[in-house]
């Protein structure tokens, strides 16, 4: 009996550990992600990347500065790619091979990305002002910045975020932790991963390049904004009791999938050496 709850106790660590580095790699993806929208926005309306960092991109003007629409494009390019490549992740997880951990990863990315998305959208107007440094918060002004336009747009945050706690929830539901109850399940899979991003990614932004007002912006993110992987574990896997079709569910594996794991830790010692050296150059 013993070496039995001892082989029980190493499979679920094992799989915690390939779940953790999924979860890793996916929140790197998403960051990255969204700060080269920013980059290849201001390339596409003439101005040039002059800073390209883990948490931010900054940009100049050649010659003449561009305009309002330009700096908008810029600004407001990157939540709605994050939504499209959610929605993307979507339709992928579903057409992905039920057996395949790929899942996992795919559903982290969307998720991430979409909490993400609209996240800027719902909180973003809020905190708009004529020297707000948010990505939206500078679109609402250069909308007019009237509580019309406020309200107009976090209504489409709050509804996409809302929306966002049963779509990833349900595909949730087909995540499989072998010899784990439904509750503990669900916690593994989906409030796991938004408590280690955002704990691996809090330590990062020692290294932001704003200063405090994007450790503040980078927290909200974390904090407020991936807080949809908890919601959707809590109306799925506490409120609901509906389960996921048999034939469609992904079992994570018990054994240490070290392609993985090797992958997050480049991953994320390349994010630090990034972060480090691109902070010293602008010292």
């Excluded at 013993?2 to 996916?26: D, K, P, W």
């Excluded at 966002?164 to 929830?169: I, L, P, Q, T």
Aim: charged share 10%; hydrophobic share 55%.
């Amino acid at each position: 009996m013993g070496s039995l709850m001892n082989e029980t106790a190493h499979s679920s660590g094992m799989t915690v550990v390939n779940i953790a580095a999924l979860a890793l790699i996916a929140g790197v993806f998403e960051q990255v992600g969204h700060e080269a929208v920013h980059a290849v926005a201001a390339l596409a309306v003439g101005a040039e990347v002059t800073h390209f960092n883990f948490w931010a991109v900054a940009h100049g003007w050649p010659g003449e500065p561009g305009g309002q629409l330009a700096e908008g494009i810029i600004a407001g390019s990157a939540a709605p790619a994050e939504i499209l490549l959610a929605c993307a992740c979507i339709a992928a997880f579903t057409r992905v091979a039920a057996d395949s951990t790929w899942r996992l990863l795919v559903l982290y990315v969307g998720a991430l990305a979409w909490f993400s998305g609209f996240g800027y959208l719902l909180v973003d107007p809020f905190l708009a002002s004529p020297d707000a440094t948010g990505d939206w918060a500078k679109v609402t002004m250069l909308l007019g910045g009237g509580w019309d336009v406020r309200l107009s747009i976090a209504a489409i945050g709050a509804a996409g975020t809302v929306g966002g706690y049963f779509v990833f929830g349900q595909l949730a539901l087909q995540i499989v932790v072998p010899r784990m109850e439904r509750r503990k399940n669900g916690a593994t899979v989906l409030v796991l991963p938004y408590i280690l991003v955002g704990v691996v990614f809090s330590l990062l932004t020692y290294w932001h390049p704003v200063g405090t007002a994007g450790v503040v912006a980078v927290m909200m993110k974390l904090w407020l904004g991936h807080s949809g992987l908890f919601w959707a574990f809590f109306i799925k896997f506490v409120c609901d009791t509906v389960e996921a079709p048999a034939g469609r569910r992904t079992s994570i594996p018990a054994r240490l999938q070290i392609g993985w794991v090797v992958t997050a830790l480049i991953i994320i010692s390349g994010s630090v050496s990034w972060l480090v050296v691109s902070y010293g150059n602008l010292s």
